[in-house]
């Protein structure tokens, strides 16, 4: 009993000397700016990397049937900027760049060309809302082999006609719901809601869901990762 | 009358906090690491629900829509009040997890959660499998009552809260409920587990401030000593 005693008091007395240091040296690395952003950022890292090992293409996000659905008047419009960036619609074209085969202008009728999906799935935003919409488009999965993407690539990175951008990783463009979107309830998007083409991704967060689509690229790379994940955001929120 | 026999008998299970704690760095150690992730997951959190104070039940819910409740805070939405939340969110909810994993591996494999935490059928024979647990105990004659009070409440938050919470937080992500749908629906959609991961933080809330209440009760700075080094509870032990 007693040399038990003894050796737990050895233990805690080594032990207090790490639990004293422990915290002064965690707060002290968080109090180096240079270490701030890295160490705040580990936990959004480990939370994209945890995600990828768990999205598989063969899970799908929950879709729903018509009497799920939100109407479309109560869809929340959100923009970072205007609702509107007047888009010439006539004029308008998707330019494809980066490591495909066919890179160039593609029109509306182009894409439209490939087989429609329509689905109804969630649409979450990172704020805390969520509502329930009809999305139909092609797969981008479709799109991605009509323009000879490089197998190999990482990631797929949009433009926006109002300067937002957006990327995320190819296991995501790739998954069967992951349309490029051209209608919304069965019509043609509005202008609110990024017209002519957007993205909808059920499996993923709102923010990366970009409207106004005027650029997309197939890259290895990515020179900068999205708006709002520029900003803090995760960047494959996953979780 | 009645509020002071209550009372006591939250006081007591702080003077067994600190007894097994004593026994244990690894709960020690737990127990901080766990209260610095809890208050930088609750002031995050606050951050994160600022930029949309609303709860509704079900599936969606948005501003457009009616809500469950109207919280009566501000809508928020300063990006460096958002963006440094979801760092610190999760981040902080890593390591509150990992540490938690960590915690329930030793509380199972150490029989800390059998012999410290499940409410024994015969207090008295507790007393004798740790019968050093009697030397700091103000009123023996009391810490039977605070003993029951003590572990229940240490097995609802350990059991039953920090698991809701961490189910309802994956409850909320895309990618995470297109694997794993039942993490939602179970609770009948994204918007009700967003709505339970509030209230369990409420309840989670109120019992740390209880806590701090019964370590005050119980003798503030000889009880967090205690939590830190155990050296006071030995000390008692060896005069």
């Given at each position: 009993m007693n040399s038990r005693i003894d050796s737990c008091q050895f233990k805690t007395i080594s032990r207090r000397g790490l639990l004293k240091l422990t915290p002064v040296a965690v707060l002290g690395a968080f109090a180096i700016p240079q270490l701030q952003k890295p160490l705040l950022k580990g936990g959004l890292r480990f939370s994209d990397w945890a995600s990828t090992r768990l999205f598989r293409s063969g899970h799908l996000a929950p879709t729903f049937t018509d009497s799920d659905l939100t109407p479309f008047e109560k869809f929340p419009i959100n923009d970072y900027?205007?609702?509107?960036?007047?888009?010439?619609l006539d004029k308008w074209t998707l330019a494809v760049s980066g490591s495909v085969q066919k890179p160039g202008d593609y029109t509306l009728a182009q894409i439209h060309a490939l087989p429609k999906v329509t689905q109804n799935t969630r649409h979450v935003c990172v704020e805390g809302w969520d509502v329930i919409g009809r999305f139909g488009g092609v797969r981008l999965s479709d799109f991605l082999k009509t323009i000879g993407?490089?197998?190999?690539?990482?990631f797929i990175s949009v433009e926006c006609a109002d300067d937002y951008y957006e990327s995320i990783d190819i296991a995501t463009a790739m998954h069967p719901q992951s349309l490029l979107c051209y209608e919304m309830y069965g019509q043609p998007l509005t202008r609110e809601h990024g017209a002519p083409l957007r993205l909808s991704i059920?499996?993923?967060?709102?923010?990366?869901?970009?409207?106004?689509?005027?650029h997309l690229k197939v890259s290895h790379v990515l020179e900068k990762v999205g708006y709002w994940e520029d900003q803090g955001y995760p960047e494959f929120y996953g979780l | 009358m009645a509020e002071s026999v209550q009372l006591h008998e939250l006081a007591i299970p702080e003077v067994n906090v600190s007894d097994a704690l004593r026994h244990s760095a690894v709960v020690r150690v737990t127990h901080w690491i766990t209260t610095i992730s809890f208050l930088a997951l609750l002031l995050s959190g606050i951050a994160i629900l600022l930029a949309h104070p609303r709860l509704y039940w079900g599936e969606t819910g948005a501003r457009e829509g009616p809500s469950l409740i109207d919280l009566p805070l501000p809508f928020v939405l300063d990006v460096p009040i958002r963006g440094p939340g979801r760092y610190l969110h999760f981040l902080s909810a890593w390591v509150c997890v990992l540490t938690g994993l960590f915690y329930l591996l030793y509380g199972f494999f150490s029989r800390h959660f059998r012999k410290?935490?499940?409410?024994?059928?015969d207090d008295f024979s507790w007393r004798v499998i740790s019968?050093?647990?009697?030397?700091?105990?103000?009123k023996p004659e009391e810490a039977l009552k605070y003993n029951g009070v003590q572990r229940l409440a240490y097995i609802a938050v350990v059991f039953v809260l920090f698991p809701l919470m961490i189910w309802t937080g994956l409850g909320m992500s895309p990618a995470v409920t297109s694997v794993f749908?039942?993490?939602?629906t179970t609770f009948g959609g994204q918007q009700s587990a967003r709505t339970i991961h509030f209230f369990v933080t409420i309840v989670l809330v109120i019992f740390v401030l209880v806590h701090i209440i019964m370590v005050f009760r119980a003798g503030f700075i000889a009880r967090v000593r205690a939590m830190i080094t155990g050296r006071v509870a030995a000390a008692k032990e060896h005069s």
């Open positions: 900027d205007v609702d509107d960036p007047e888009v010439d993407a490089d197998p190999t690539a990482r059920p499996t993923t967060i709102g923010y990366k869901q970009a409207k106004y689509l005027t | 410290n935490l499940l409410p024994s059928k019968p050093h647990l009697r030397l700091t105990r103000p749908p039942w993490l939602a």
